[in-house]
């Protein structure tokens, strides 16, 4: 058992050489903050990139920064608030879910799993950000995509391919993003007391309207009380976030009063308080509660999600709560049966999406598909293109689906699992 | 690039017209066959009109089977197909090979379905970029990215190219919008990608399709996000002694946190060609002209305006209109507009060119274009997308002067050479295609392309689909795919530790 921590592109670039020559399997490790996420990964050798770090490039009037893939998080997040700036895609944190250290996690790791936030609604995920990567494949070769410019067209997007692919194509050494100004002013309206349905048309009508609303998330009945500390009590909130500058904030959130002042009660949250709730939605909050049962991430058509969701209910106990105006469902079983296969049939019932499994004991993530099972000609896809990366099978062995070659299962093989 | 080096024909299939001909209509019945030359002359050539060529025969299906057939059908006979939407790209990607079957997806012209609630559109891929828009503006909604050419260009084309437009600093391109494509592999396999809920699952297969050129797999189906529009929309004019001034200024719009609708800069050629042309009352005295648009609610729109008059004024800005009325706010665009036009009519050719820079580097890139401008002897025009710092030269030349054509594509490369160098790109928004294929290795090493080409391999292991595009040369699959290991020459002959 050895880890690898190299300091640089170049020790990056000999360590899989060398594996890639011994064809053994490396576990790709930034902070370790999701390393929960996944099947459980049985390699020999660690590949752990926390030492690979730094601000490369800065320009905030250029709108771009680059990084050392291993850079924290945090590191960044504090630059860039220094210049007035963010990463608009809101990167969420799985500590609180996972139980482990909140604020840890690297740059790499962000553009791994793709993560978002509740801005996603409007600002798009990791991917939609990223403007350029190097990378070190599967192959033992250093290559690069895309460039330091939010405008690019030049080659296949390859930086793109790299988000969500979880290490599984290439290690990923530097990575540039696109960063933009935070808004100066957040104001929060919540509905209160609606029930789901009622909560999803509130917010598709909310969204429908130019008020330019930026994060649209339904917490029910109880669920409202595990953010912010239970302030602001526990009956249901549909809450939707208006950013900007002051007066347009002033003026958008007067018009949403008065297009959904017969919704229901509503109250108005500024601030420190607004910021708070938006992030204990974004880190998935309300079941954060240091267990390890069954939480799924699923995403679907926004006005489709709740039905599914009611229908899960005859067969399942699980909680429930929405956010992307309905489409992004977090769901807690209360049971330490994920039911797979029941909650991906009826996401298919209701039009399709997916569903991943971010929080499960072990034995659970190593005998179930962790993420959705693909159809299969894009399994096959799938596989095919990570074979054109990873030909020996060194980068992340299995952590996507189980087996040598697939990167993804194929759906037929769900059932029989 | 006019000595252009295409895909040597196949001798075998230009042998076998006839029958695939023959065979094309038993796929695609009636009137979706075109072989005879006169007919294909419509199709032999793109928005990059200097390249033409009939193809071996046109085939335009109307459903998805008839797509998945043709492809299966010259998949297993070693068929070149190269796919074609409404033909307005600018870098030849549309260009028909001698040997291939020019696939056009224009009779996929509906819209399959308008969700509100969910703010989607799912179009057919031949459906124009503008289309999209007209079918949702009665209900005050729209689609984002708006390419200049929109009123012809097909949304399967934009996904082919991620196009871009005016609007996408604020709104994205085309790979921002777009949630969910179907589409045909060469082998005929029909797979979908993402659709009308956010990410698709697994790889991002939907990012690396979108700008893929046509060369992974033909587009049949589209879900594009749409917008509710804003309230309203003005625009200020503001004129600059120098194009540094020009430069800073949007450098500082941008620092204090404002990202305009629209942010266009014209310089000196440009602007003169445009006011000759549409008299819409822009200033001639100055070297650097910014069109600055807000949109959104009205009281935002003021408050910003307020804003950026302000930091006009600190940059020196000799002259800033805002505009009162919709009107003027048009005529502000009108030049911007013309602008191509405009410059037509000072030249008998122009050759427009695409790429992107650090937005700082602006004045270099100014100066370093007016130097080229002496040595080749050519005038040349600029309009910037000066938000993202993806600028348009427009050089003028007269191609019926012997060896002016081939040294305006000289002088453009070089242009391209001297943004790579930079730190910016070939192409922001109109893609590779023929035109800068030659070039991409100012951008890329062999293992960049070589690791773009595995892609390729993993979708169209043969490389019949679309080829002589992007990729300066096509190494086969099976070359690629090999590993040179060389197990005694490592580094580390025991275990590394770092």
Redesign the interface.
């Known amino acids: 058992m050895?880890?690898?921590?190299?300091?640089s592109s170049a020790?990056v670039l000999?360590?899989i050489?060398?594996a890639?020559?011994e064809e053994t399997p490396l576990e790709l490790l930034g902070h370790g903050s999701k390393r929960g996420i996944g099947r459980p990964l049985q390699t020999e050798?660690t590949l752990d990139l926390s030492?690979l770090t730094g601000v490369t490039l800065y320009?905030?009037?250029?709108?771009?920064l680059s990084a050392k893939a291993g850079t924290p998080l945090a590191e960044i997040e504090k630059l860039l608030a220094e210049n007035?700036q963010q990463f608009a895609f809101e990167p969420m944190d799985y500590a609180p879910l996972l139980g482990s250290q909140p604020g840890r996690g690297t740059i790499g790791g962000v553009l791994a799993a793709?993560l978002?936030g509740p801005r996603?609604?409007k600002a798009?995920?990791a991917?939609?950000h990223i403007l350029g990567v190097a990378a070190v494949?599967g192959?033992?070769?250093?290559?690069?995509?895309g460039?330091?410019?939010?405008?690019?067209?030049?080659?296949?997007?390859?930086s793109?391919?790299m988000?969500?692919?979880w290490g599984t194509?290439a290690v990923l050494t530097d990575v540039t993003f696109k960063v933009?100004?935070?808004a100066?002013t957040e104001v929060t309206l919540a509905i209160r007391g609606l029930l789901d349905e009622a909560a999803v048309?509130a917010m598709?009508l909310a969204?429908?309207?130019?008020a330019?609303v930026s994060s649209a998330a339904h917490l029910p009945e109880r669920i409202a009380a595990r953010v912010a500390g239970g302030k602001h009590g526990s009956d249901a909130a549909t809450l939707l976030r208006v950013e900007?500058?002051g007066?347009?904030v002033?003026?958008?959130i007067e018009?949403l009063r008065k297009l959904l002042g017969k919704a229901g009660p509503l109250e108005q949250i500024a601030g420190e308080a607004s910021k708070t709730i938006w992030r204990d939605i974004r880190d998935c909050r309300p079941f954060a509660d240091g267990g390890t049962r069954p939480v799924w991430r699923v995403?679907?058509?926004?006005?489709?999600a709740h039905h599914m969701v009611m229908a899960l209910r005859m067969q399942a106990a699980v909680d429930a709560f929405y956010d992307?105006q309905g489409?992004?469902v977090w769901l807690s079983m209360r049971e330490d049966d994920p039911e797979a296969e029941l909650l991906r049939n009826l996401i298919r019932k209701h039009?399709?999406?997916?569903a991943?499994l971010v929080r499960a004991a072990a034995p659970h993530r190593a005998a179930l598909p962790v993420?959705?099972p693909?159809?299969p000609?894009?399994a096959a896809?799938?596989a095919?293109?990570?074979?054109?990366?990873d030909?020996?099978n060194i980068l992340n062995l299995g952590r996507?689906a189980p087996g040598a070659s697939s990167?993804?299962l194929p759906r037929s093989t769900e059932g029989a699992l | 690039m006019s000595g252009l080096a295409m895909p040597k024909p196949d001798a075998e299939t230009m042998r076998r017209r006839a029958e695939i001909v023959a065979d094309m209509r038993i796929i695609v019945p009636g009137e979706g066959v075109v072989d005879t030359a006169n007919e294909m002359r419509a199709f032999e050539s793109d928005g990059l009109t200097a390249y033409r060529q009939l193809p071996l025969v046109v085939v335009l299906p109307e459903t998805v089977a008839q797509v998945s057939r043709v492809l299966k059908y010259c998949n297993e006979r070693n068929i070149r197909v190269v796919p074609r939407g409404s033909g307005t790209s600018l870098s030849g990607g549309a260009l028909p090979l001698e040997d291939a079957v020019l696939l056009v997806m224009s009779r996929f012209n509906r819209i399959l379905a308008i969700?509100?609630?969910?703010?989607?559109v799912v179009a057919q891929p031949g459906v124009t970029n503008l289309g999209i828009t007209t079918a949702v503006d009665q209900e005050?909604?729209y689609y984002a990215p708006d390419p200049s050419s929109q009123i012809a260009c097909s949304i399967g084309g934009n996904v082919a190219?991620?196009s871009?437009g005016v609007h996408?600093?604020k709104y994205?391109?085309t790979?921002?919008n777009v949630l969910g494509i179907e589409m045909v592999?060469m082998n005929g396999?029909?797979?979908?990608?993402g659709?009308?809920?956010?990410?698709?699952?697994?790889?991002?297969?939907l990012?690396?399709m979108?700008?893929?050129e046509g060369l992974l797999g033909v587009v049949t189906e589209v879900t594009v996000r749409i917008l509710?529009?804003?309230?309203t929309a003005r625009a200020l004019l503001i004129g600059f002694p120098t194009s540094e001034q020009g430069g800073q200024c949007v450098?500082?719009i941008?620092?204090?946190?404002?990202?305009p609708g629209g942010m266009e800069m014209m310089d000196r050629p440009a602007i003169h060609a445009a006011e000759d042309f549409v008299q819409v009352g822009y200033p001639l005295d100055v070297e650097a002209l910014l069109i600055v648009e807000l949109d959104?609610?009205s009281?935002?729109v003021d408050?910003?305006i307020g804003l950026i008059e302000g930091i006009a004024y600190r940059n020196g800005s000799t002259t800033c209109r805002i505009s009162q009325s919709e009107q003027e706010r048009l005529s502000f665009w009108a030049g911007r507009k013309a602008a191509f036009p405009a410059v037509g009519r000072i030249s008998p050719d122009y050759y427009c060119m695409d790429g992107?820079?650090?937005?700082?580097e602006l004045p270099r890139v100014l100066a370093g274009m007016r130097e080229l401008s002496e040595k080749y002897g050519l005038g040349v025009a600029n309009v910037f997308?000066a938000g993202?710092?993806?600028l348009h030269p427009l050089i003028l030349y007269d191609a019926n002067v012997p060896g002016e054509l081939d040294k305006a594509e000289s002088f453009g490369a070089d242009i391209l050479r001297l943004c790579v160098e930079v730190?910016?790109?070939?192409?922001?928004?109109?893609?590779?295609g023929v035109e800068?294929r030659d070039l991409?290795p100012e951008?890329?090493n062999q293992?960049?392309?070589?690791?773009?080409m595995?892609?390729?391999?993993?979708?169209d292991p043969n490389h019949l689909l679309n080829p002589g595009k992007?990729f300066p040369q096509l190494r086969r699959c099976a070359e690629l795919?090999r590993?040179h290991?060389?197990?005694g020459q490592?580094?580390?002959p025991d275990?590394?530790?770092?």
């Open positions: 050895t880890t690898f921590t190299p300091s020790e000999t360590t050489q060398w890639a020559a050798h030492k320009e905030p009037a250029e709108l771009v007035g793709n978002s996603r609604l798009g995920a991917r939609d494949s192959r033992g070769e250093a290559f690069k995509s460039g330091r410019v939010v405008k690019n067209v030049t080659g296949y997007d390859l793109k391919l988000a969500n692919s194509l933009l100004p935070a100066e048309a598709a969204l429908g309207s130019s330019e900007g500058f007066p347009s002033v003026y958008r018009a995403s679907m058509a926004p006005s489709a992307w489409g992004l039009g399709g999406g997916h991943t993420f959705e693909q159809p000609h894009l896809l799938s095919r293109l990570k074979a054109e990366f030909p020996k996507m990167a993804t | 969700d509100y609630p969910n703010r989607i005050g909604f190219e991620n871009g996408c600093l994205g391109l790979a921002n592999l396999e029909v797979v979908r990608l659709g009308s809920h956010l990410d698709q699952e697994g790889y991002d297969l990012g690396v979108t700008g893929s509710k529009k804003p309230e450098a500082d941008i620092g204090a946190g404002i990202i959104g609610p009281v935002e408050h910003l992107t820079i650090p937005r700082k997308h993202d710092g993806n730190g910016g790109v070939l192409t922001g928004e109109h893609g590779v800068k991409m951008m890329f293992i960049d392309l070589d690791q773009q595995r892609v390729k391999c993993a979708f992007v795919g590993m290991v060389h197990r490592l580094a580390f275990i590394p530790r770092f």
